[in-house]
């Protein structure tokens, strides 16, 4: 059902390629940004943007060798100001959990360096010597501790000329880049920043409106529906009425959108915490009756986030089937781009379980795709000679959607 909305796109490139660049002008674009994208054949829509990506390291080889060319142009387009760009800084932290995280810094820096860019790594930990760190393939990474000389970050006597950020810390060590006077990417803004999943949601679904009327096709086959309650408290038995209430609205227009489209299954909604899901899972529910059921029986669960906080404002979105990629990869597709362009991705998936499964398991299995080439989308030996250009298009409008929260935060 999607070749109605790559046909639209492509009988309407040279509208479309106009209303990128006139959005791009508007807005601060980070360097390096990731989105989820989700398929299920008859939608595809954005579930999640990230202003931290990891997993540069599952990128195809084949579009990876593209990366460098997107890097200079990024910094050509948007950075011209910086006279003799050269010297590059990245922040990260010596205490990721996911040590596939320094795989993907190794293949930043690499990146970096064939972009003819000097790479330094520096955290804003404290470190009384250098630290070495092994990815998981065995290469090492050397993460210096910063200095601060004003308004000006270094590591030794490595002066930078832009700080790229790739993880965002906690306040107590940001707190010195507040008057940085280097480039800083993401902004300082955006580490202090409260994210919420309707945020990013809502600018998405606005874009992704926009985008609809100029190439005339249905808004919700490219966005996803959802619906906010707030003053929720789950300790105290509150509001759950409130979210049932929701949630049958939701279902219900749903259900009115699948008998236009022809889509026989029955459809479903997540509920989910609205700043993340820490502490609170994903609720995935077909009916008012089913949120009550797992409610009481999850109850323990669901109350509290991380920082032990009441939850008291919940997310309640539609779930967007995943259907099985190139005949058997069932699955998210994750996509990177560079300057609001796209570098690759991969579907993150498990090739021997149900897509109930997968989006409840922390281990996966990450299968490139590449997609940089023209139109179409390739796995292997297997080509799909117009999806690429659906999730190019996508991808730029996540793209978008970061690069307009961030200016509304800074």
């Not at 509001?239 to 609205?249: H, L, R």
Request: no cysteine; aromatic share 10%; proline share 5%.
């Amino acid at each position: 059902m999607y070749e109605p909305v790559i046909s639209s796109i492509k009988k309407n490139s040279y509208e479309v390629s106009g209303w990128f660049e006139k959005h791009l002008k508007r807005i601060p674009v980070p360097l390096l940004a990731s989105v989820v994208i989700k398929d299920s054949g008859f939608k595809t829509t954005i579930s999640d943007v990230q202003f931290f990506p990891t997993g540069l390291n599952h990128v195809a080889k084949a579009d990876l060798r593209n990366a460098p060319q997107l890097i200079k142009k990024y910094f050509k387009k948007y950075h011209s100001d910086i006279e003799k760009l050269k010297k590059i800084l990245l922040l990260a932290t010596v205490r990721h959990s996911n040590p596939f995280y320094y795989e993907h810094l190794f293949t930043l820096i690499q990146l970096l360096k064939k972009s003819n860019l000097k790479v330094e790594l520096g955290t804003l930990e404290t470190l009384d010597a250098p630290s070495k760190i092994k990815t998981p393939s065995k290469k090492t990474l050397k993460i210096f501790p910063v200095t601060f000389a004003g308004d000006k970050i270094r590591v030794g006597k490595f002066d930078p000329d832009f700080v790229l950020l790739t993880d965002p810390f906690t306040s107590d060590l940001t707190l010195k880049l507040s008057n940085l006077k280097q480039p800083l990417n993401p902004p300082y803004k955006v580490l202090s920043y409260m994210h919420k999943r309707s945020d990013s949601l809502n600018i998405f679904n606005t874009l992704a409106k926009d985008f609809s009327d100029l190439i005339g096709i249905d808004p919700w086959l490219i966005s996803t529906q959802f619906h906010v309650d707030t003053h929720v408290n789950f300790e105290e038995k509150s509001g759950v009425e409130k979210i049932a209430t929701s949630t049958n609205i939701l279902l219900q227009n749903l259900e009115q959108k699948y008998r236009e489209y022809k889509v026989a299954q029955r459809p479903a909604v997540q509920i989910v915490n609205n700043r993340g899901t820490y502490g609170m899972g994903i609720l995935s529910i077909r009916s008012p009756k089913e949120l009550s059921e797992l409610y009481f029986k999850k109850k323990a669960k669901k109350i509290n986030g991380k920082s032990q906080s009441v939850i008291n404002e919940v997310l309640i979105q539609e779930a967007v089937p995943v259907r099985p990629l190139f005949n058997k990869f069932v699955g998210e597709t994750v996509a990177y781009l560079l300057g609001n362009e796209i570098t690759g991705g991969y579907i993150k998936t498990y090739t021997d379980k149900t897509a109930k499964n997968i989006l409840s398991s922390r281990e996966f299995l990450f299968q490139p795709v590449v997609m940089t080439r023209g139109t179409a989308a390739k796995v292997k030996k297997q080509t799909d000679k117009t999806l690429g250009l659906l999730y190019q298009n996508l991808s730029r409008l996540g793209g978008l959607a970061i690069g307009y929260e961030i200016d509304r935060i800074r």
